[in-house]
């Protein structure tokens, strides 16, 4: 499945974060919000129609929260995706954003049914 990753969309002075993932039928929105240091404190996410038309989950919402592991999960693969070393290439990009679409896609099939 093909895939774009736009990371970090960000108005200045603002505590939250945007990122999308976008596939060939459908994207994935993620927000984080962050604290005054910085550090990422909740994320929801939404799985959207290429027209933008919002994906209900199972139990009919309209987004997710992460909680718990998979909070601490997301928080070390976006920690990699914002790293120095992933910014000047000194790791390889490819894998790094693999783990990261692979992990979101879990989340998505978990918790939403794509028909």
């Not at 933008?52 to 989950?57: D, H, P, R």
Request: charged residues 30%; positive net charge; without cysteine.
């Amino acid at each position: 499945m093909n895939y774009k990753i736009e990371l970090n969309m960000q108005e200045r002075g603002s505590d939250l974060v945007y990122n999308n993932i976008l596939f060939d039928f459908f994207k994935v929105n993620i927000v984080e919000r962050l604290t005054k240091k910085k550090t990422v404190s909740f994320v929801i996410f939404k799985v959207r129609t290429l027209n933008n038309e919002l994906i209900n989950t199972k139990d009919g919402h309209g987004r997710v929260k992460l909680k718990e592991d998979a909070f601490l999960k997301y928080n070390q693969l976006i920690k990699v995706l914002n790293s120095y070393e992933y910014e000047k290439k000194l790791i390889n990009r490819k894998n790094a954003e693999q783990e990261f679409v692979d992990f979101i896609l879990g989340l998505v099939v978990s918790n939403y049914n794509m028909n």
